[in-house]
């Protein structure tokens, strides 16, 4: 059983910055991969930013320069640093790992809000 704890959304004005951070708990050999998810209303979920086991990170189009993922591999933490933040940023933020023996995991999200 693993649980992912998200916490650092919230409101904020276009051009605002927000931390989301992510934490991994319970039975964990290894975490592969974790990543940021986000689905607005009426939208699929898409992918934010995920990072690797080595470091590698991938980005959506649409974030690439703004956020930054990173990492904490001691404390199986992901965070997801969102700066010039836009109103089309506004959706749910999930976390998402790849962990042994779990598998594919989900955290239960959470909410950014970006005000014009």
């Known amino acids: 059983q693993v649980q992912l704890a998200e916490s650092g959304g919230g409101l904020v004005q276009a051009g605002g910055s927000l931390r989301l951070s992510c934490a991994a708990s319970?039975?964990?050999?290894?975490?592969?991969?974790m990543g940021w998810y986000r689905q607005a209303p009426g939208k699929q979920r898409e992918l934010v930013a995920r990072?690797?086991?080595?470091?590698?990170?991938n980005y959506a189009d649409s974030v690439k320069g703004r956020f930054t993922i990173s990492r904490d591999n001691a404390k199986n933490t992901v965070y997801l640093q969102m700066n010039s933040l836009k109103p089309e940023d506004t959706a749910v933020y999930y976390c998402?790992?790849?962990?042994?023996?779990?598998?594919?995991?989900w955290g239960q999200g959470t909410q950014v809000t970006v005000s014009s």
């Open positions: 990072i690797i086991s080595s470091g590698t990170t």
């Open positions: 319970g039975i964990i050999f290894r975490i592969n991969a």
């Open positions: 998402n790992a790849e962990i042994r023996p779990a598998g594919n995991s």
